[in-house]
């Protein structure tokens, strides 16, 4: 599973953090007694994963049944797990189309498992960094059609990137290539509570890249220049809940929003 010999086995990785957290397998020794350290000292991170996680469901199934999405480019895909973007929406529209883009070397090494399209549809998979538009828009127009609406996912990635004009910019960018009519699903962790700043701090000072957590003004400025799908930037679990709307925390870990370009 690791020739690549850029999988690191000795410092926590966030994708395989974060796959731990959600139950998965594909991570190592290092990986769990970071997840755990985390979840000592922030009991609630095992929720945070699994509720952004939910908002990825809520916001495909949003884009697909409701926007009329078909086609998506998921860019920080993660290691494969339950509900990835191409199985959501081609559930719902099997002839939709979905690049994904990662480039953790594991993440790489599984992606066969996102690459298994019904036949009506059809997913691809770029090897590349998020600070490489013009890599990963060249390559995502070999199976996206730029002439019609696109759905950009960018979940849990913008904390990749510690610095925060980059990170904008390159939204502006991704954002700049699609047409009127495409969307940006966006959601990260924020730096609005104390306890999950200290554990993520904690994790920063022993993984191989570490995490930058800002706050939800920040990040509802990369909405800029687009339409937000009401409820507008919330706490993850406030999006479009399917049942009776959550009693928001005193606390907000993460926050998500769906913007549309005009």
């Known amino acids: 599973m690791d020739a690549d010999p850029r999988i690191d086995r000795t410092k926590p990785h966030s994708a395989r953090v974060w796959d731990y957290l959600l139950g998965g397998k594909d991570n190592y020794a290092v ?9 000592r000292m922030f009991p609630d991170f095992a929720q945070v994963a699994r509720l952004q996680r939910e908002f990825l469901r809520r916001a495909v199934t949003y884009l697909v049944a409701e926007a009329g999405i078909r086609q998506f480019l998921d860019i920080g895909t993660g290691l494969p797990t339950a509900d990835n973007t191409h199985e959501v929406a081609q559930r719902i529209a099997p002839e939709s189309r979905i690049v994904y883009v990662d480039n953790d070397p594991l993440v790489l090494v599984h992606a066969r498992a996102l690459l298994a399209s019904g036949p009506e549809g059809v ?7 998020v600070r490489d538009p013009g890599t990963i828009l060249e390559g995502a127009a070999k199976t996206l059609d730029f002439s019609q609406p696109i759905g950009l996912m960018m979940l849990s990635i913008a904390g990749q990137v510690p610095d925060s004009d980059l990170v904008a910019d390159l939204v502006r960018q991704y954002v700049a290539a699609l047409p009127s009519g495409s969307h940006l699903a966006l959601s990260d962790g924020v730096n609005a509570n104390p306890a999950l700043v200290e554990a993520v701090s904690f994790y920063n000072e022993r993984a191989a890249f570490p995490y930058t957590l800002r706050s939800p ?4 400025g990369f ?4 339409e937000l799908v009401e409820p507008g930037v919330v706490s993850t679990p406030l999006w479009r809940p399917p049942g009776p709307q959550q009693t928001p925390s005193a606390m907000i870990n993460a926050v998500c929003g769906v913007g549309r370009k005009p």
């Not at 997913?123 to 960094?129: E, F, G, K, L």
């Open 31 to 39: 990986d769990r007694e970071a997840g755990d350290n985390l979840l």
């Open 217 to 220: 003004e920040q990040l509802a």
């Open 223 to 226: 909405f800029e220049g687009l």
């Open 123 to 129: 997913t691809d998979y770029i090897d590349a960094d």
